[in-house]
């Protein structure tokens, strides 16, 4: 499994695109092809940062831009990395239009009242 490339997401961890990870989202969702840069702009400047209703260790960066009104959900799975603490793999990356329900907020923070 050979590194794309690696950036940092907004809460200032390492995040890594494969060359298998591209491969299964390109062969998975078909409108991905030719997107890359959005998935690394994605992690890089999130709208917002879930928690995956399902997987503890995964979380979802969630990237929209007009004129679309889709989200760009990209998945990414999160383990503990020395010295870095965490460090991520990204899993798949898709457009929706509806976000899941039960995913929990992590970025921003809701400001104080």
Request: aromatic residues 8%; hydrophobic residues 40%.
């Amino acid at each position: 499994m050979e590194i794309i490339w690696e950036t940092v997401d907004r809460l200032g961890r390492i995040v890594a695109l494969s060359d298998a990870g591209w491969i299964h989202i390109c062969s998975r969702h078909e409108d991905m092809v030719g997107h890359q840069q959005d998935i690394r702009t994605a992690l890089e400047l999130a709208d917002e940062v879930v928690r995956d209703a399902k997987y503890a260790h995964r979380q979802v960066h969630y990237l929209r831009r007009p004129p679309s009104l889709r989200w760009l959900r990209v998945v990414v799975q999160y383990r503990p990395s020395e010295p870095a603490d965490w460090r991520g793999t990204v899993i798949t990356a898709h457009f929706l239009s509806i976000r899941p329900r039960n995913e929990v907020l992590l970025w921003p923070l809701p400001s104080p009242s």
